[in-house]
């Protein structure tokens, strides 16, 4: 069993965005029993609610379903869960850094570190308008895809 948890600020756009299309990838290759995701924010301001309405319609044109996912904080827990903690960018990166307890073995980097993309964050869309969440989405698919091959190889 491998476990990916993805991480962003609020865990309302970004990372639901990245759980939606890499449980789907995992789910479409037969995958789901050996690959569990989850996701979360640095930030507890969105915990509990449902992603950002604008990264709901943008993933469900694409076919993913992000309505079931609920918000939650990063915990320093889940460095003893999971064997990928995947962050959106730099900044949510150090702020992981911060709390990974000494005796973890996860892997702790930046999410697009798996695509050929040459872009290392995913922008925050919060503030922007809808071709920020259609970049995301972009992104995501890429880094997903890149992160699957690399742990099918694992497995
Ligand atoms: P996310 O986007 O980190 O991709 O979920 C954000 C969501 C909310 C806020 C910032 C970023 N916020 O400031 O409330």
């Given at each position: 069993m491998k476990r990916v948890l993805f991480v962003c600020?609020?865990?309302?756009?970004?990372?639901?965005?990245?759980?939606?299309?890499?449980?789907?990838?995992?789910?479409?290759?037969?995958?789901?029993?050996?690959?569990?995701?989850?996701?979360?924010?640095?930030?507890?301001?969105?915990?509990?609610?449902?992603?950002?309405?604008?990264?709901?319609?943008?993933?469900?044109?694409?076919?993913?379903d992000l309505s079931v996912l609920r918000a939650r904080?990063?915990?320093?827990?889940?460095?003893?869960?999971?064997?990928?903690?995947?962050?959106?960018?730099?900044?949510?990166?150090?702020?992981?850094?911060?709390?990974?307890?000494?005796?973890?073995?996860?892997?702790?980097?930046?999410?697009?570190?798996?695509?050929?993309?040459?872009?290392?964050?995913?922008?925050?869309?919060?503030?922007?308008?809808?071709?920020?969440?259609?970049?995301?989405?972009?992104?995501?698919?890429?880094?997903?895809?890149?992160?699957?091959?690399?742990?099918?190889?694992?497995?």
């Open positions: 600020l609020g865990n309302i756009c970004r990372s639901p965005s990245a759980d939606g299309v890499f449980s789907a990838m995992v789910a479409e290759q037969g995958l789901s029993h050996q690959i569990a995701v989850d996701s979360a924010g640095t930030a507890a301001y969105h915990v509990g609610n449902s992603p950002d309405k604008r990264s709901t319609a943008a993933a469900k044109k694409r076919g993913y904080q990063a915990v320093e827990a889940d460095f003893l869960e999971f064997d990928y903690i995947l962050a959106m960018d730099h900044e949510n990166l150090s702020n992981l850094q911060r709390i990974k307890p000494d005796n973890s073995n996860s892997h702790l980097g930046l999410f697009l570190d798996f695509t050929q993309i040459n872009e290392d964050e995913v922008p925050d869309p919060y503030y922007g308008g809808d071709a920020g969440f259609e970049h995301v989405l972009d992104l995501v698919e890429s880094a997903s895809a890149g992160l699957l091959a690399h742990i099918k190889r694992e497995l």
